[in-house]
């Protein structure tokens, strides 16, 4: 399913990129994450550990709908799709935050209690 963490020795990666990470999907789902760098330096390992967290984080939403967006301008037979893409995304995440915390935590009845008075 997952498929991390691939270096092969004297890899050349496109252009500048000293990190490559490629997301695929297939059909049922599965989803294959390949992740290859160009060396073991120390300076790679800190751009790998800043690209692993930022992909979690979520600071790459941004950049990714402006490219959705420009792309539906590009080519109006993309619109429809990507607009579907788009909410669908929108409702997965809206389901996901609300799972995140309940509204009324058990502490919140319990500050003030003495435990051990009977």
């Known amino acids: ?11 050349e990666l496109e252009d ?8 695929s999907v297939d059909p049922f789902g599965e ?6 760098w160009i060396s073991d330096e120390d300076s790679v390992a800190m751009l790998l550990a800043t690209l692993l967290h930022n ?17 539906m301008k590009e080519d109006e037979r993309l619109k429809t799709f990507i607009s579907k893409a788009l909410i669908n995304w929108q409702n997965i995440s809206a389901a996901e935050t609300s799972k995140e915390l309940p509204v009324v935590r ?13």
């Open 55 to 71: 992909i979690n984080n979520g600071s790459y939403s941004t950049p990714t709908v402006d490219i959705l967006s420009k792309t």
């Open 1 to 11: 399913m997952f498929d991390f963490f691939k270096k092969s020795k004297k890899l």
């Open 31 to 36: 989803v294959d994450i390949d992740i290859d």
């Open 16 to 23: 500048q990129s000293v990190i490559n990470v490629r997301f």
């Open 106 to 118: 058990p502490s919140d009845f319990s500050y003030g209690i003495n435990k051990n008075e009977q």
